[in-house]
């Protein structure tokens, strides 16, 4: 375990905000979180866990004790006819996991090459792109209950996944520390192959029996040109989770723009929020330091030193601009501290 005071976050999140925290704390082991539990400030909301930072926005110093989770083993749990049951430690980054299965031919987790972050992270959204979600891989989650502080497990089934969603954004929040996550990756994998232009990138490539490397390979590709690379400008990908909508309020947006895109989630309607972004005047608007990025504006950069409460103000901007425009509240999918 390593301890620091007055510690900066400016490398340790992908806005690159310069901020401090109070305390900060490296977790090498997983024991080591036993005798930590009773030593930070649980209940008083002066305790965060930090993984990649690139799901975050720090909008002001940290006044309490931040765990980083450092450990990181891979370990085969167990393996039977068709599947493989691969242990991830939360330090893992997660990027490498993607890695590792995709070279041993293992499918599941190939279209989401490339999401930046660590694997303690990836349960509470649900990450997804690309087709695939973590719930379709996911047998089990590890986590600390900050209530009782057990180790516990919980099955896929009970993590109540839904789009950019689960228990631990819940009934479980701020109540918990995930310390692994169990994945079932297949031994026969099927590429995914129905998101946007996957299948039009590999055919240009000349690839017409893509392999599930081709098509992790082809998506790396695709988001290289769509999204900023944040060690170059700030930013932590889509900063709001694109509206669900009922039929009615569609059907009033189409009168209007009868090319409005659209996927069909269950009898709701999801609606790209970079559409209703673009529709507002906004893509690739930029006041100061701040912008919408040209090629996506669901994603807000920081091109300089902005601070984290510049950048709120300005996702402020987009989600009235959006809300007077179109009747509807964007919500943010950047977690806002
Ligand atoms: P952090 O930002 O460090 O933390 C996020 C939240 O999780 C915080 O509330 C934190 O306290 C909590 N947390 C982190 N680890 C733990 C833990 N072990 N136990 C308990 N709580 C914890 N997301 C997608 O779903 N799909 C994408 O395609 C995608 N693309 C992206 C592209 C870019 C360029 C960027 C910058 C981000 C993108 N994201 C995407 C968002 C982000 O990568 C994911 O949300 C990722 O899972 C965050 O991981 P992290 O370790 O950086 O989490
Ligand atoms: N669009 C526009 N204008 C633009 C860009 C996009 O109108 O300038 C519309 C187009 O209709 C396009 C649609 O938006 O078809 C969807 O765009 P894109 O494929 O880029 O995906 P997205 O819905 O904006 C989501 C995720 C991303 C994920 C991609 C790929 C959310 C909030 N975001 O973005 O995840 O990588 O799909 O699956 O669901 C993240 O969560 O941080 C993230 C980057």
Redesign the pocket.
């Known amino acids: 375990m390593k301890i620091f005071e007055n510690y900066s976050l400016a490398e340790l999140?992908?806005f690159h905000i310069d901020v401090r925290s109070n305390k900060f704390i490296v977790v090498e082991k997983v024991d080591e979180l036993d005798n930590l539990i009773d030593f930070v400030e649980l209940s008083s909301g002066k305790f965060?866990?930090?993984?990649?930072?690139?799901?975050?926005l720090f909008t002001k110093d940290f006044d309490g004790t931040i765990l980083h989770?450092s450990f990181n083993q891979l370990s085969e749990l167990k393996s039977d006819d068709r599947f493989v049951y691969i242990k991830a430690e939360?330090g893992v980054v997660?990027d490498e996991l993607v890695k590792y299965s995709v070279d041993k031919n293992l499918g599941g987790i190939e279209n989401?090459a490339?999401?930046?972050?660590?694997v303690?992270?990836?349960p509470?959204?649900?990450?997804?792109?690309?087709g695939q979600e973590l719930k379709d891989s996911l047998f089990e989650v590890e986590?600390i209950d900050l209530t009782d502080k057990k180790i516990k497990t919980i099955s896929n089934e009970k993590c109540e996944f839904g789009y950019?969603d689960s228990i631990?954004k819940k009934s479980l929040r701020d109540k918990?520390?995930?310390?692994s996550v169990i994945l079932r990756l297949s031994k026969n994998p099927v590429p995914v192959l129905n998101y946007g232009n996957v299948s039009n990138e590999l055919s240009k490539s000349g690839i017409d029996k893509p392999t599930i490397k081709d098509v992790s390979n082809i998506i790396r590709k695709i988001?290289t040109e769509k999204?900023?690379?944040?060690n170059q400008i700030g930013?932590?990908?889509?900063f709001f989770k694109n509206p669900i909508i009922d039929e009615n309020k569609f059907e009033s947006i189409k009168e209007k723009y009868p090319d409005v895109p659209s996927f069909r989630q269950e009898n709701k309607i999801k609606i790209p929020a970079a559409w209703l972004i673009e529709k507002s005047g906004l893509k690739g608007y930029k006041k100061g330091n701040i912008g919408t990025y040209p090629n996506q504006p669901l994603?807000i950069v920081n091109y300089g030193k902005a601070s984290g409460k510049e950048i709120l103000e300005f996702a402020q901007l987009i989600q009235s601009t959006v809300f007077e425009k179109f009747q509807i509240q964007l919500e943010p999918?950047?977690?806002i501290?």
Do not use: C, H, K
Request: no cysteine; hydrophobic share 45%; aromatic share 10%.
């Open positions: 999140n992908t965060l866990i930090l993984g990649g930072g690139s799901n975050i989770l939360a997660w989401l490339m999401i930046p972050g660590t303690g992270a990836a509470i959204q649900n990450i997804g792109a690309y986590y950019r631990f918990f520390i995930i310390t988001r999204l900023p690379d944040p930013n932590a990908g889509s994603v999918e950047v977690n501290i």
